[in-house]
């Protein structure tokens, strides 16, 4: 069965993923980025969402919006993540329903739930006010999604990832595994958080295209595991071959460091969630790890 897809956020992380899979899977993809990037898979279009609306003749026959494009983890101005993640997505999301769009998909973030109380872990409805101005942008879109689809019939599902891990590291990963290359010792055993790898997450997306459940979901997104820093730490060691390091950095140390750093609770905060509602949903499960993932590199 073929599917007219639209994926915007095309060429990021995410999408030079998931637009491969989605035409090996036999979908027909439109692919939208800021740049028309000929390496793009599908029909190339070039829009700034935050800057334009998308181009009405885009929408024609597409059975699936796949909404990737955001400003996330860098220090962007407030206003920047209100035009882009919450006033571009929501008028793309108009746009698609008014154009008969059948099922839109939002890939939004646990940011969006706010700050975690505790180290149990969460489910879609365990959600604190927002403290950054990403989350906060997130949070407003879901809503103005949730109010959107129970104003008509299109689908709307709304997926909440946990941090993505592909084979090359980006953004926290990245700046630790620049640690690991400067000689940066093992950390100690505490804290965590769950994540999801970039090779489940576009199977999830590809199902969801080919499967669409009707009326709207919110689910959150992770492989199931809990990854501690210094699992990260020795996942990244094993990619570039090397063996276990020395913990000669005494735990108070670690802290205080990482305090005047201002990334304590990056390194020994929790931050754990359950995929068990979308499982249950869907059947969809995680197959693969971070130290399988982090070893796919060339």
Request: aromatic content about 6%; glycine content about 10%; overall charge neutral.
């Amino acid at each position: 069965m073929t599917r007219k897809c639209l994926v915007t956020g095309a060429t990021g992380f995410v999408g030079r993923e998931l637009c491969p899979a989605l035409v090996a899977a036999g979908a027909d993809v439109v692919a939208v980025s800021r740049t028309a990037n000929p390496s793009a898979v599908g029909q190339m279009l070039a829009v700034d969402l935050a800057e334009q609306p998308l181009p009405e003749q885009a929408l024609e026959d597409v059975a699936t919006v796949i909404h990737l494009a955001g400003v996330a983890h860098q220090k962007a101005d407030a206003s920047l993540y209100t035009r882009l993640n919450l006033d571009a997505t929501l008028a793309l999301a108009r746009s698609a329903q008014a154009a008969g769009v059948r099922h839109f998909i939002f890939v939004s973030s646990v940011k969006a739930m706010g700050p975690a109380s505790d180290d149990h872990a969460r489910s879609e409805a365990d959600v604190t006010p927002t403290d950054d101005a990403y989350g906060h942008s997130k949070w407003r879109a879901e809503e103005g999604l949730r109010d959107l689809a129970r104003e008509g019939d299109m689908a709307v599902t709304i997926l909440r990832p946990a941090l993505v891990y592909g084979a090359q590291p980006k953004g926290n990963l990245a700046l630790l595994d620049r640690g690991i290359s400067m000689g940066l010792p093992r950390p100690p055993e505490a804290g965590g958080r769950s994540m999801i790898g970039l090779p489940d997450l576009a199977v999830l997306l590809v199902k969801l295209v080919f499967h669409p459940p009707q009326g709207c979901h919110t689910w959150i997104v992770c492989d199931g595991q809990r990854y501690s820093s210094r699992t990260v730490y020795d996942a990244l060691r094993a990619r570039r071959g090397l063996g276990l390091a020395r913990s000669w950095l005494p735990a108070w140390m670690w802290r205080s460091a990482a305090s005047v750093l201002g990334v304590r609770d990056k390194l020994f905060g929790s931050e754990y969630y359950d995929n068990g509602a979308l499982v249950a949903a869907l059947g969809w499960a995680p197959t693969v790890s971070l130290a399988e993932v982090l070893g796919e590199r060339d």
